[in-house]
């Protein structure tokens, strides 16, 4: 698959999830439909997420090859999963009232919320990079772009 398909899909999918979104907006204004607007608005914004990180992750306008781009779907994918579920768990633990217990001081949704979908992603996506960075992100071919390039530029005169 070469670069263009990667962008145009990425960019299709963040498209279906704006309108998502926005559907999930204009349930507000009919009350029978609420509770499926909330979903369909948790659903619009983890597309969102897993696009706009797909969109940032390709390389120079779409480059993915070979392992790359199956190790950028697999993140993109768990990514997802994990968003996904952790808005579902939160969603079907129905209504917070005074009587809903607490965790960690929160309400128990607002508490799983924050935790699924705030801080494991938080901690595991920056420990994929570090994990994949020589192998996915600055190849040996790479870095020797770099340094031919860096050694070119040392040796024009600097404009004054």
């Known amino acids: ?8 899909a990425a960019i299709k999918l963040l498209a279906l999830s704006v309108l998502l979104i926005a559907a999930g907006y204009t349930t507000a204004f009919f009350p029978a439909v609420q509770q499926a607007g909330a979903w369909i608005m948790a659903m619009g914004v983890v597309l969102n997420a897993v696009a706009a990180l797909g969109l940032g992750a ?3 306008g779409g480059h993915s ?9 697999v993140t993109l994918a768990g ?4 968003l996904a579920a952790g808005f579902s768990i939160a969603l079907s633990q129905g ?6 217990p607490l965790l960690g001081g929160l309400p128990r949704p607002t508490a799983l919320l ?3 979908v705030g801080l494991i992603p938080l901690f595991v996506l920056p420990l994929i990079y570090a994990f994949t960075f020589r ?11 770099v ?7 040392q040796h024009k005169p600097a404009d004054r």
């Open 1 to 8: 698959m070469t670069s263009r398909p990667r962008t145009t």
């Open 58 to 60: 390709l390389r120079g």
């Open 65 to 73: 090859a070979g392992s790359r781009s199956r190790a950028l779907v």
């Open 79 to 82: 990514t997802g999963a994990v």
């Open 95 to 100: 209504e917070i009232s005074a009587a809903t």
């Open 114 to 116: 924050l935790i699924i």
């Open 135 to 145: 192998t996915h992100v600055l190849t040996d071919a790479d870095l020797a772009r």
């Open 147 to 153: 340094m031919a390039a860096a050694k070119v530029s």
